[in-house]
């Protein structure tokens, strides 16, 4: 088990979210705390969960988990599986001052409501071990998106990752573990020491015209534009682009459309493909939190 | 490069068959050889290669590289590129006694009527060397559907592989790989030993039974009914299954039907996930059958 | 566990041998039999293990476990932690006829009198399970030679592994897993294709010239001449060779030592580097064959 | 190649130092610059290399090396393959103001002759890139100890590795890879996170005791006490550990005697295990330096 570990029983509500958040509520059920959920009535049916139809009650939580992100559009609580509308003002005002509460990407917004009402809201998509955990199924996201579209095994595939932070280095290592010629590109000479210590080759990310011709496959990793149009032009034909970078992600898309490149976008990976796995790193994130807090 | 290499330049025919064998052609064409092909005329463009309207000039073919299986439905040319219909007989008329056929899977039609016009008919996919290399894309063509079908990462995923064969050995390779927890199931005390050393848990194939319910995914590659009903009804809920075996396949598919488990029977991954792996595999193959031949 | 398990207990006798019977001995005694040893007085104190002066009582054993290899000089048991002199006539004349011994290397002459005395005795060192066991410590003996003997890192070395049958595999494997960069020498093309599959180069083994000086290291496991004169100026200077070959090994060690060539010929790894892993491995063989024989 | 390259001919001069610098001066003059040594006469005939008897000329040089550490006992120069003395103020008394030296671990005293004279001294060991090159070496030689002392294979053997630093990064990975189970220490839950996402089990460094009796091998990292006489009473007989800290360690080496714990200091590992690749590292490291200098 990583990280804390809750040695009582708790009562906690999870609140709004997607299919993350009803994993969530059913692993800190598995986990022995009494647990509530509101606001994810169309989801699957959850094992040793009660499912409430208002948030009378909530008050008395000892932690609320509020969803990544916490709002969706309209100031409304991010709630793709109720069928309900739930203004984040109204879920507040639910909740008693001093109630810790961990939400996901807090809002401007959402942060002024908690602080109106002095309820202890707290960001679990800050923390770092969860940064780190969801690189794994975002590697492995890239890693079926690669073994789907590639005409080639990945297996002897040269394989480039630009950028060798949390996700570039759990994304090389996993497409070296299966074979293939990876390469890393990065910036600062610890990054590409640590890459030759792993058993990668290198390149310079700010120089990449001119070694871009040998690549079967380039998995972006740094949310700036390193693959603009004259670098997709050095790319060998067929060469398939994955950028795994947020807004404005790394590849210049029009560009790749003009020079007929496939380039996929491949935002929010690990919600997608491993909604278990990444609701357990949420937990293990909470308990971390509380454990810190003193809950 | 694998095995034999060819050194001299060669002409050679590839007659039907479908993205493996256009792509070998091509490699072929890379290679520096003269290849023509015949009844593959809507599939991709090849670069460097020949399209042939009649089989006029084959007979002078150093080598004829036919399909994988060579035999279609009703006594046909196994050729689904091409718009014609062509029956073996046909296209073996054009060739010369003593000449050197590469084919796939050869039928007893197909070799009768080889040996009736004195043509060398050899079968490529009985080589050992195919089937070993044929194993790396099966196994990453059951990643994939494992990637696409599990809700968890496949990191710390419990994975059972049934059967220590050439697709098992690999496909527990690539999943250990990527961090899942993998055992091993076989009937041999030496393939138990092998699974101990590349440190994989092991099961006892035929007594699976009260040993399966902490596994997230089972992975069959035996041709015989090692999951019946018993041992389905032995998996945890939720538990993947899929079958690498060819026909009859290890899983009883009605029995999952009935008990509700995702039951998945992958055939035939190579030409599928890769084609032009494969299409390389069948090159190198045809490679060293040549050599052996002394062409 | 690898293989069969007792379920039930058992009066096991231990009767010479070295290190690793020593150490087989206390772990038969861990997993609950009733053990006695003999002819081992001069090794270390073994926990829960009866050490007998005499071979009185062991007739009454299910199994009588003797040395690898049972013989040593003149007729004598092999029995290097022994202070006395132990005929093997003697010693066998202690058992009843039918009585179950497992023995290694059994001889002409041991063979010879187990048979005249109706004995039951098999060689636990044909199985093929206990030789792939082997094949980890081996292999790790030969990465200890490796680390003491380079000035370099194994981490982006260059190591040519000779023969790829149990000792080759796990040896390339373990190299490469260190960040090595691995080439197999084979001749079968199925075994090309599998070291292929694994991710190594490949070389062929009877037309090594030519391809050899590009190795800091060259490790054989082919017992014939593998490495001659010849291959042996291959080499570039400083090149470390080590045969892990069982007599006559692969490799003229007078050739390397006229040439300058640092050669090392490291046999029997599994008792020296690691006594207890290869008591195990003993163990597990004789549990596989007592309950193949029904014991 | 890791890091900058240099792409015109230097004058260099490496001056005092061991089996690294010796080897870096063969280095830096395969990669085509003029090299000359002093103080080096004791150690290896050095290809290509102009072995000089006095430091006429290098006043000269684009850059000097200088040993790690650049100073030995009584302000001497750092030499040990040297017959001489070589006093540090004497040293840099031959070189030019604005001269660029790159040096190891620069004391106080030589920082200040240094500076008196208008020298740019530079310290090659505070950079990462070396740190993380050192790592290697320092993993492979945990490996070669691991090898030497245990009579169990590192396949199957349970490992526990405190510190998940730049040493306990690669150490943890490269016995992973041989097929240890291996485990991390750590304190930080970020770094806990990293050691799952590498697939090793967790533990916490500071709650050590009560979770120590499982292993078989304890490789310690961490510079500070944290196996103290309360911990090794908590590992099982037999158990051997590896303090890889610089000073003051992190082992109570007292009472392991006192408790009969098998404890192993080793330090100062790459220049003893692997002097070719950590003279390499060195050599890229310089260049590095070289290149943000613009030398």
């Not at 509530?36 to 049916?45: F, S, V, W």
Request: aromatic share 6%; hydrophobic share 45%; with cysteine.
């Amino acid at each position: 088990m990583e990280g804390a570990s809750m040695k009582h029983e708790m009562n906690i509500w999870v609140v709004g979210g997607d299919m993350r958040q009803a994993k969530l509520a059913e692993l800190l059920s598995d986990d022995g705390h009494t647990v509530h959920t509101y606001a994810l009535e169309r989801g699957p049916e959850l094992y040793g969960v009660l499912s409430e139809e208002t948030l009378e009650g909530a008050a008395l939580a000892d932690c609320v988990v509020l969803p990544l992100p916490v709002e969706g559009e309209g100031s409304l609580l991010n709630a793709p599986l109720s069928a309900g509308r739930h203004p984040l003002a109204e879920i507040f005002n639910a909740f008693r001052p001093g109630q810790v509460l961990c939400a996901g990407r807090i809002s401007q917004s959402s942060a002024t409501l908690a602080a109106e009402r002095g309820l202890m809201l707290r960001d679990y998509f800050q923390r770092e071990e969860l940064a780190v955990a969801n690189a794994v199924p975002t590697a492995e996201g890239a890693l079926q998106i690669a073994l789907e579209e590639l005409p080639v095994t990945l297996h002897g595939a040269r394989v480039l990752v630009i950028g060798y932070g949390r996700v570039g280095k759990v994304t090389a290592q996993r497409f070296a573990a299966l074979g293939a010629k990876v390469s890393v590109a990065a910036r600062k000479f610890a990054d590409l020491a640590w890459a030759e210590a792993m058993g990668y080759g290198v390149e310079q990310t700010g120089a990449l015209v001119g070694w871009l011709c040998g690549y079967d496959l380039v998995v972006n990793t740094v949310p700036a534009r390193v693959l603009s149009e004259k670098e997709l032009r050095d790319l060998k034909p067929g060469c398939l682009v994955i950028d795994l970078a947020s807004k404005p992600g790394g590849v210049d898309f029009e560009a790749a459309t003009r020079l007929g490149v496939r380039a996929i976008w491949a935002l929010s990976l690990p919600g997608k493909v491993a909604p278990v796995s990444a609701g357990r790193a949420i937990k293990n994130t909470i308990y971390n939190m509380l454990s810190e807090l003193g809950v």
